[in-house]
């Protein structure tokens, strides 16, 4: 059983403050440039959020087969992941904050525990569910984020 992905990225915090126990007060600028990471981070996540509830589908990460709907706007038009992009977001802003280029290991190992353990698990079952749909979405649109699909649009797409 995997762990949740919040769990996943409170254990990359915690390491976090490991990995830099003399962080020293944030100067103005790094708590600037830390909480519009933050900001930005939480927006995405909750963006997609709202959508899926919008849209009627499941927020359940361990069973996305129950997925009833391919979101692919807002949001999920630009990432296939907002959700985890927001999360590792939030852990970058809190290495930021904390000022410890060290703090960034465990952004990344979240990152990589994450696409190798989940999001992969997730794309099966999605590809299952939405077949042609899921797969011409994953073509066009990146799973974290590389600019590719900056203002594009999108569609959600309900299964059949």
Not at 43 to 61: C, Y
Not at 72 to 83: D, F, H, L, Q, S
Not at 96 to 116: E, N, T
Request: charged share 15%; net charge positive.
């Amino acid at each position: 059983m995997r762990p949740p992905p919040p769990l996943l990225a409170l254990a990359a915090g915690l390491a976090q403050r490991a990995l830099s126990p003399g962080a020293t007060r944030p100067s103005a600028p790094r708590t600037v440039v830390a909480t519009a990471v933050a900001g930005g981070s939480v927006g995405l996540a909750a963006s997609s959020a709202r959508a899926f509830r919008r849209h009627g589908t499941t927020l359940e990460p361990f069973d996305p087969s129950q997925a009833t709907v391919l979101v692919t706007t807002g949001v999920n038009a630009v990432t296939r992941n907002p959700m985890y992009v927001g999360m590792a977001g939030l852990l970058v802003a809190h290495a930021v904050r904390r000022g410890s280029r060290a703090a960034l290991l465990p952004v990344a190992a979240f990152v990589v525990v994450i696409d190798r353990f989940q999001v992969g698990a997730e794309e099966r079952a999605l590809l299952a569910n939405f077949g042609g749909a899921y797969d011409a979405y994953r073509r066009s649109v990146p799973r974290w984020l590389d600019g590719r699909s900056i203002g594009a649009g999108g569609r959600a797409l309900r299964r059949s």
